[in-house]
């Protein structure tokens, strides 16, 4: 069973660091663009970064942009968001979320339940 | 950045009806949009990929239409368990953005 399992969040103050973890099974994390995607109490979903299948390849929203760094360990089929100087509205629930190709379509196929952040002094 | 435009915010409806929700895009993304069901609590699920094509393990009462602008989901016949609410997203460029989620509620 493919599965996505989020770790590392919590309550932080402003200014603060987290590093979130998401480990993968049940499928070859090698071979997948990876994703974090964030959605603030009672809000809508908004995309943070992405990383490419090796890793060599990286994108941010411009919210985050500077302040979060994405990473991978092919080693250890796990997926990493450092996130620094946080903010109060960085509080939001994280989701991990696989990318499968289709054609010329990529989507997420799979969401992790989620890790909650809460940036408060 | 694409802006994604979703209407309506919010849908009360029946079991039985038939919904269209509708996104629309500010500039053309050809069909690069998918459309994600999220319950209280959970993660998103994906239903549609590639503006029309129904994710595997999918209902086929959900389908989806359109390409550059203007896309749709419907629901040909509402059941107890799509009363959640409902995200577009552009996957076309980064940023990728998501509309703003319509929620169906029971009426």
């Known amino acids: 069973e493919v599965q996505l399992l989020e770790s590392g969040g919590g309550l932080v103050q402003p200014g603060g660091s987290l590093r979130l973890s998401c480990a993968a099974s049940?499928?070859?994390?090698?071979?997948?663009?990876m994703r974090w995607v964030r959605q603030a109490p009672g809000e809508g979903l908004e995309w943070v970064s992405s990383?490419?299948?090796?890793?060599?390849?990286?994108y941010y929203a411009d919210s985050v942009k500077g302040r979060f760094t994405i990473s991978r360990d092919n080693s250890k089929n796990t997926l990493y968001l450092q996130m620094n100087s946080l903010r109060g509205e960085d509080t939001a629930a994280y989701y991990c979320?696989?990318?499968?190709?289709?054609?010329?379509?990529?989507?997420?196929?799979?969401w992790g339940d989620g890790t909650t952040v809460t940036v408060s002094s | 950045a694409i802006q994604m435009t979703q209407s309506p915010s919010s849908l009360s409806a029946s079991v039985g009806d038939i919904v269209t929700i509708t996104c629309r895009a500010s500039?053309?993304?050809?069909?690069?949009l998918d459309w994600y069901q999220q319950k209280p609590g959970k993660a998103p699920k994906i239903l549609i990929y590639?503006?029309?094509s129904l994710q595997s393990g999918v209902p086929s009462r959900f389908s989806g239409s359109g390409s550059g602008t203007d896309f749709t989901l419907t629901i040909s016949s509402l059941q107890p368990e799509d009363f959640a609410t409902y995200y577009c997203l552009q996957e076309n460029s980064l940023p990728y953005t998501f509309g703003q989620g319509t929620k169906l509620e029971i009426k």
């Open positions: 049940g499928f070859t994390f090698s071979d997948y663009g």
């Open positions: 500039q053309g993304i050809k069909n690069d």
């Open positions: 979320a696989k990318v499968i190709v289709v054609g010329r379509n990529r989507y997420i196929d799979v």
């Open positions: 990383i490419s299948e090796s890793g060599g390849s990286s």
């Open positions: 590639g503006a029309s």
